[in-house]
């Protein structure tokens, strides 16, 4: 029998797509042993079989996340844009449980590009109405900010995670890294914030392995005023200098996120490795697409990218949400057109 995308499957990564540890803050410690037992009843929940006590527990653990992340907005971990992005996202989710989509590869890998694809289109939307002045080049470019890595051009498809790519974005603005990560265990030591400074930059580097990151350590970005001096960065000028670390812990803690998502739909066995690499190199060929190609009118460098781009499902999801009309319609009605004609959306020409 084929498993299904369920409600206890929507609870679950966003279970592990905050990591429950967050909500121990605003919770109290008892919090996360509670919620862990709590979720497990949940684990198995499906929206046709549920009764008044299931939905009232399901209700109960939404409000508590949407509680933490107004909390997290008004400490600073998040922004509103991001908060709105995690909303989109579980929305979505939750309307494909409702009708218990068949956990198989196409359907999920279609379902993950869509959701994907409409969040960034529904931020671009939002943004170019708040800031009416700005161009959809310079909005895009924002919106993409956290799955960019500008590595060596071999490497363009070598797979990144969200948080090992924002660290490592950072080390190339600022003159010696090594030099950083001293700055910034003195400063937690200095501030008293931990009783042992940890080894940043083994963390770093288990990340940048795959290895999942971890809320505490994070959390010391948030909690410590770990901003480098002036001297430390490549830049000269003052505002670049300041811009760069805002940049770094805007990123950090959605990238936190995004990390933890991956990371828990192939743990789940939602979706495989392979598709998780395909999402997130197919994100950046798009940025990469529209950048150079279109912005800079520099085609001889997208050329490079064009046949890996049109073979990748989430690249040809974001052309057609994005450039084309894919986002007016609607989740349901996709995942009936994808069953129905398994390459939609179509690969463009």
């Known amino acids: 029998m084929t498993e299904v995308f369920n409600i206890g499957k929507t609870i679950k990564i966003l279970a592990n797509l905050i990591s429950l540890k967050t909500l121990n803050d605003p919770e109290g410690a008892d919090f996360y042993q509670a919620t862990k037992k709590q979720i497990e009843r949940m684990e198995d929940y499906d929206i046709t079989k549920m009764k008044e006590k299931d939905f009232e527990r399901y209700f109960n653990f939404v409000k508590k996340v949407d509680n933490w992340a107004e909390w997290a907005k008004t400490k600073g971990y998040l922004y509103g844009y991001q908060q709105?992005?995690?909303s989109d996202f579980y929305l979505l989710m939750f309307e494909v449980a409702k009708f218990n989509m068949p956990i198989e590869k196409n359907m999920t890998e279609h379902f993950f590009c869509y959701a994907i694809a409409k969040v960034l289109y529904n931020q671009i939307q939002e943004y170019m109405k708040i800031n009416p002045e700005e161009s959809k080049y310079d909005v895009m470019y924002w919106c993409f900010a956290t799955f960019e890595f500008f590595g060596d051009d071999n490497k363009y498809l070598t797979d990144y995670n969200p948080i090992s790519s924002t660290f490592t974005l950072l080390t190339r603005w600022v003159k010696d890294i090594n030099?950083?990560?001293k700055y910034w265990e003195g400063q937690i030591?200095?501030?008293g914030k931990r009783e042992n400074p940890p080894n940043i930059k083994d963390y770093i580097l288990k990340w940048?392995?795959?290895?999942?990151?971890?809320?505490?350590i994070i959390k010391l970005f948030f909690d410590n005023d770990l901003c480098p001096p002036e001297d430390y960065f490549i830049f000269k000028e003052d505002q670049l200098k300041r811009d760069a670390y805002k940049t770094f812990?805007?990123?950090?803690?959605f990238s936190f996120i995004l990390t933890n998502l991956f990371d828990s739909l192939v743990k789940e066995n939602i979706i495989t490795d392979e598709t998780r690499i395909?999402?997130?190199t197919g994100t950046r060929l798009y940025y990469r697409d529209f950048y150079i190609k279109r912005r800079m009118d520099?085609?001889?460098y997208s050329e490079k990218f064009e046949?890996?781009?049109k073979n990748n499902l989430m690249f040809r999801t974001l052309c057609c949400m994005l450039d084309g009309e894919l986002s007016q319609i609607s989740v349901e009605k996709y995942l009936l057109n994808v069953c129905e004609h398994p390459e939609y959306p179509i690969l463009l020409d």
């Open 84 to 86: 709105r992005a995690m």
């Open 179 to 181: 030099q950083l990560i």
């Open 189 to 191: 030591d200095k501030q």
């Open 208 to 216: 940048q392995k795959g290895r999942s990151p971890s809320w505490k």
């Open 249 to 253: 812990k805007g990123n950090l803690f």
């Open 278 to 280: 395909m999402i997130r």
């Open 298 to 300: 520099h085609p001889e």
């Open 307 to 309: 046949e890996e781009a």
